[in-house]
């Protein structure tokens, strides 16, 4: 993926896929930290300020929530990062394929697209909250381009000690990186 900035100093987001190419404006948003959060009876929970901070002032405060394919958490996307992920899973696909298009239903029935009511609250749908296994707590994870919602328990349980995040820094990054 390649980033410039055009002209009235948006971002420009441009990725690559074999012989595809595709180029979306728009103001780039990394989100940073964890937060720890609670779900109310109804299945909603708090944007958390921090989070609300790295969005543009003219955002409209919607998402698209999908749950991940590998872990029990969910993944929270804007709405220009999600036409990104949706650009590149469809790229790969062959709708051709029984198996590709068995794949794509599934990958979408875990999606939906929220707003943050007046209150700065997102509504999970209770399917969500199942698969996440989220009851009472949550934390709430910045992950740049996007935001991961875990289950306090699960998100405790997949985090790493200091001496595995440094042995993966060496092994991922190598040591020639400096202030990691």
Not at 31 to 50: N, Q
Not at 55 to 79: A, S
Not at 148 to 163: P, R, T, V
């Amino acid at each position: 993926m390649c980033i410039k900035m055009v002209a009235n100093g948006e971002k420009c987001f441009t990725f690559a896929l074999g012989s595809f190419t595709k180029t979306i404006k728009c103001k780039m948003i990394r989100f940073t930290g964890d937060h720890p959060a609670k779900v109310d009876a109804r299945g909603r929970i708090f944007f958390p300020s921090g989070l609300v901070k790295d969005l543009p002032n003219d955002y409209p405060g919607t998402f698209f929530i999908k749950t991940d394919v590998h872990d029990k958490y969910l993944n929270v996307y804007t709405e220009p990062e999600w036409e990104i992920q949706a650009e590149i899973v469809e790229k790969r696909m062959n709708l051709n394929n029984p198996r590709h298009r068995q794949f794509l239903r599934s990958y979408y029935k875990g999606v939906t697209k929220v707003s943050l009511d007046g209150n700065g609250r997102i509504l999970l749908p209770k399917s969500f909250l199942e698969y996440a296994e989220i009851e009472k707590e949550v934390m709430i994870l910045g992950r740049s381009r996007m935001i991961e919602i875990w289950s306090k328990e699960n998100f405790e349980k997949a985090d790493l000690s200091q001496e595995e995040l440094q042995d993966m820094a060496l092994e991922f990054l190598g040591d020639d990186i400096p202030y990691i």
